[in-house]
């Protein structure tokens, strides 16, 4: 059964920065793309990041582009993702997920999902 679990979330003041993993099991890392979407309060899920397992393509929203980066360890079935600089904004529940190939845009291509990890990021 795959499952995807993430961790280091936490609460941070503005400017700081935390990395998130996500450990993937169950599954055939390299057919697989993994994202980074954030939900936050009343808000719609939004993808923030994703890489393409297979050849390291990487995407970013306009929003964390320059302060977030993605990056896997092929050997480990992990993704990270290195959030630099972060505002009170990135504030949300973070989650990864995986979709077949490719990084789909919408969160309804994803098949797996973890179970989320907290960012509050204090003014």
């Known amino acids: 059964e795959a499952q995807l679990v993430e961790s280091g979330g936490g609460l941070v003041q503005a400017g700081g920065s935390l990395r998130l993993s996500c450990a993937a099991s169950?599954?055939?890392?390299?057919?697989?793309?993994i994202g980074w979407f954030r939900q936050a309060l009343g808000k719609k899920r939004e993808r923030v990041s994703c890489?393409?397992?297979?050849?390291?393509?990487?995407y970013y929203a306009g929003s964390v582009r320059g302060r977030f980066t993605i990056s896997k360890d092929n050997a480990k079935k992990l993704v990270y993702l290195q959030m630099n600089s972060l505002k009170p904004e990135d504030t949300a529940f973070y989650y990864c997920?995986?979709?077949?190939?490719?990084?789909?845009?919408?969160?309804?291509?994803?098949?797996?999902w973890g179970q989320g990890t907290q960012v509050t990021v204090s003014s």
């Open positions: 169950g599954l055939i890392f390299d057919d697989f793309a």
């Open positions: 997920a995986a979709a077949r190939e490719w990084c789909e845009d919408e969160a309804e291509d994803y098949v797996h």
């Open positions: 890489i393409i397992v297979s050849d390291g393509t990487t």
